[in-house]
């Protein structure tokens, strides 16, 4: 990505946009990323360190003038409703992620942006894709709005690249585990929770249970595919809008044994609740060649290696300022 860019990031203050905008600010300089949420309690940090747009992607008007006003030429569209939060209320899901991405997506082809990344999920797949090793090309028939909007939103993209040679790219992000922002109203929730619970209280109780094993990614790993993909030469790619990327698989059983080398008395209970059954249609392991090969993919952190580090962030906030 050329220096020059002049970034938009929509959802800057959730679970990935929060960390994603520091890292634009640092490589590409405060002024030239634009900070932008619904939201109206943003972290000084964020707020702080360039500029910031009060900005609902649902609003056609407040979008032009946004994107014309700071000339931007480079989107990050982040903002989303979840999966847990969708099925709490579709039709708002439904809104955000397929009326806000199409904005995003319009206003783009309409101005100076040349190149936008927008996310998609492990939630496009569905209870009919294999679970084990999940391929590139499969089955994506999934049985939650949220995911139903992912497809939507990959396809829209890819429509976008063929028809009108806009450079959309994106990856179908697993759960996301980090320990800045909380995430926002999703399915693996459960393994940021956990740590946080191990270091407040020593216990925690999952709302799936023990033997649920879906894909997740530790924090730097999700913010070095986004960029890694962001770089990677166009011709290069045969997919742009729906890479399957992995990190790790882990039982939470598995995970609740690592916690505990670090944390001995740690103790976990189980209370499934209706994220049991979005979990049941996810891929346990996910097949990334695709990625791999076309961008050089390769992720840097593993069960071990990120246990031990989120324990780390987490106790030392909790020492400093609790969590
Ligand atoms: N975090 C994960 O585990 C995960 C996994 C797979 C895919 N993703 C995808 O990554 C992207 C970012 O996810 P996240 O975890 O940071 O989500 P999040 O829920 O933490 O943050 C989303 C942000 O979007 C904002 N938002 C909601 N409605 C809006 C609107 N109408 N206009 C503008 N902003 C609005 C929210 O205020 C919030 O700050 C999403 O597309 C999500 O689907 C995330």
Same mark, same amino acid.
Request: glycine content about 6%.
């Given at each position: 990505? *050329? ?8 959802? +800057? ?9 520091? &890292? ?10 634009? =900070? ?23 609003? *056609?008007?407040?979008? $032009? ?6 000339? /931007?030429? &480079?989107? $990050?569209?982040?903002? @989303? ?8 209320? %579709? ?5 955000? *992620? ?5 904005? /995003? !997506? ?9 190149? !936008? ?6 939630? +496009? $797949?569905?209870?009919?894709? #294999? ?30 690249? +063929? ?10 992000? %697993?759960?996301? /585990?980090?320990?800045?922002? !909380? #995430? ?6 459960? @393994? ?22 879906? %894909?997740?990614?530790?924090? #730097? ?11 990677? *030469? ?6 742009? =809008? ?7 698989? $882990?039982?939470?059983?598995?995970? @609740? ?14 209370? %499934? ?9 996810? #891929? ?5 060649? =695709? =990625? ?21 962030? !987490? ?9």
């Amino acid at each position: 990505m *050329n220096k020059k860019e002049k970034i938009l990031v929509t959802g +800057a203050a959730g679970q990935i946009g929060s960390e994603l905008t520091p &890292l634009l600010r640092e490589r590409y300089g405060n002024i030239q990323v634009i =900070a932008s949420d619904i939201k109206t309690d943003i972290p000084s940090d964020l707020k702080d360190s360039g500029p910031f747009e009060h900005l609902d992607v649902l609003s *056609n008007e407040r979008l $032009f003038e946004v994107v014309k006003k700071h000339r /931007i030429t &480079l989107i $990050f569209h982040m903002s @989303a409703i979840l999966s847990a939060s969708g099925e709490q209320n %579709p039709q708002h899901a439904w809104k955000v *992620n397929i009326e806000g991405t199409r904005n /995003i !997506l319009e206003i783009s082809k309409d101005s100076e942006v040349k190149k !936008l990344f927008i996310p998609s999920s492990i939630a +496009a $797949f569905g209870p009919s894709t #294999p679970r084990e090793d999940t391929p590139q090309e499969t089955i994506l028939r999934p049985n939650t709005v949220y995911g139903i909007t992912k497809v939507a939103g990959e396809l829209l993209s890819n429509y976008y690249v +063929a028809r009108y040679k806009l450079d959309v790219r994106g990856c179908r992000y %697993p759960g996301i /585990i980090s320990h800045k922002t !909380l #995430p926002g109203g999703g399915t693996t929730d459960y @393994a940021v929770a956990i740590f946080y619970e191990a270091v407040r209280k020593k216990t925690y109780t999952c709302f799936v249970n023990k033997e649920t094993m879906l %894909p997740m990614m530790y924090m #730097p790993d999700c913010l070095k595919a986004t960029l890694d993909l962001m770089d990677a *030469n166009f011709k290069k790619l045969q997919h742009h =809008a729906d890479f399957n990327v992995a990190g790790m698989s $882990f039982k939470v059983h598995e995970l @609740a044994r690592e916690i505990k080398k670090h944390i001995p008395d740690f103790t976990i209970s189980y209370e %499934p609740d209706y994220r049991q059954k979005i979990a049941d249609t996810w #891929p346990r392991t996910i097949d990334d060649s =695709a =990625a791999r090969q076309e961008w050089g993919w390769e992720p840097e952190y593993d069960l071990s290696s990120m246990t031990e580090d989120m324990l780390k962030e !987490l106790r030392r906030r909790h020492q400093e300022s609790g969590l």
